[in-house]
Structure formats: C-alpha cells, structure tokens
C-alpha cells in the first residue's frame, strides 16, 4: 500500500492563479480531509468528505473547493490563489464511523507559496 | 467545542534528560486525545492515543502520556532524550463517541535536543 499520496510536494503560484493539490489514498477509506499547518497555528481542517459524492467545510474552508467523485481521490482546489493561503497542505484519511476510534493517516505535504 | 492548548512553542533540552511536553483540553464531552510527531519537512506520525482505556498511555519511540481529568491535561514525557527526537509535536483532540476523524490540534510545541 502507498497510503495517502499527495502532489505536487512544492508550487509556487502568482497571485490570481488557480490550481489543484491532488490527495489520493489506496486504503478504502471513506472519511478524508484537508488540512493546512501554518507557523504557531498548528493544523487547521479545510474541508472534509465522509464518502464519494459528500463534502463539508471545516473551520477555513474560505478560498477553496472541493469535491470527492472517487473513494480513492480527493482533490483541493485553489481558484484564485492568495498569499494568505501559502501553507503546507496536508491531506489524511481515515474509516468512518461514529463509533471507536479511527485513525487518520498523513499524507506527506504539498508546500504551497503564493507570490 | 473543543480546544487544546500546548505550553511552550519551543522546549530545548539536552540529551539524556527528561522530555516533558504539556498539553491541556478543553471538552464539553469525554475526549479522545492524540500526540503526533513530525520531523522535519515530512507529514504527521501517530506517537499515542487516549481512547478511554487505560490513562497512562505508552507510544512509539518510549514516549508515554496520562490523562489526568482532574487537570484536563495530557502530557507527554520520555524519561530520556535522543537526538533523533528532534520534532515538532502536536497535541489533538476529537469528541469520544463522535467522530474521530475531525481532529482539533494545538499550535505544536518544536522540541530541541542538545547534546
């Protein structure tokens, strides 16, 4: 298994400029997220997906979309990207369920500056 | 809602020394609590989680952590530090019984190891 794959692992965008991170992960799970870690913040949830075809916002979902069409892929979408969204960028999955314990599992990070 | 609170964004100590780590919560329900490490430019490795089992919590690496409810904390400790512990560590924590896969995590705390 690869588990949680993500790329590209660094971008540097102008301002104004659009682009997706792609996050994919070969472990069936249902339940991914979006994460961005900045500097004395820790890590904050962009956006979530509790299966193919079902996504929420999380606590900065502002600025960026998206979508789950697949199990597998969960792409984030920057339409109009912003200095303030330069970050590292984190996609992890997880089963779902509201009962026990589920861990999430890490991709490695997309760093992310925007000019 | 939920929070965490890590004191001390940057804790140094030497090697060979006790590593003592601090993390507080806040939770209107029973918690789970989780200590993630990340070296430097990878993603987040699981050290140990509290699902409501035993308090004293033992991890990868001889890491531990105990839930004290009294306190609200969460602590984690290694009796004696190696250089290869060099990380930033972040404190997390997501509703029991609920769904785990939100996780809200503290600002991280960057440990220094000094020889």
């Known amino acids: 298994n690869a588990g949680v794959t993500q790329t590209p692992k660094f971008q540097v965008l102008k301002t104004g400029q659009s682009m997706t991170l792609q996050c994919a992960q070969d472990m069936n799970h249902e339940y991914m997220s979006w994460y961005r870690q900045d500097p004395g913040m820790g890590l904050r949830l962009i956006h979530y997906?509790?299966?193919?075809?079902?996504?929420d916002q999380g606590e900065v979902p502002n600025g960026y979309n998206v979508s789950r069409s697949t199990t597998e892929d969960f792409p984030l979408r920057l339409l109009s990207a912003a200095p303030s969204q330069t970050s590292v960028y984190f996609c992890?999955?997880?089963?779902?369920?509201?009962?026990?314990?589920?861990?999430?599992?890490f991709g490695p990070g997309t760093r992310l500056t925007v000019l | 809602a939920q929070s965490v609170t890590q004191l001390g964004s940057h804790v140094s100590v030497s090697e060979g020394a006790l590593v003592l780590l601090r993390c507080n919560y806040s939770s209107s329900v029973p918690p789970y609590l989780f200590w993630y490490v990340q070296y430097p430019n990878q993603g987040l490795q699981l050290l140990l989680k509290?699902?409501?089992?035993?308090?004293l919590v033992k991890g990868i690496n001889g890491f531990e952590a105990e839930f004290k409810k009294s306190e609200t904390s969460f602590h984690l400790t290694k009796p004696s530090a190696h250089m290869s512990d060099a990380a930033e560590y972040f404190c997390a924590v997501s509703p029991y019984g609920g769904a785990t896969n939100k996780l809200i995590f503290g600002t991280g705390t960057l440990l220094a190891v000094q020889p």
């Open positions: 992890a999955s997880s089963t779902s369920g509201t009962s026990g314990y589920n861990e999430q599992f």
């Open positions: 509290y699902t409501s089992a035993a308090t």
């Open positions: 997906s509790v299966g193919a075809g079902i996504t």
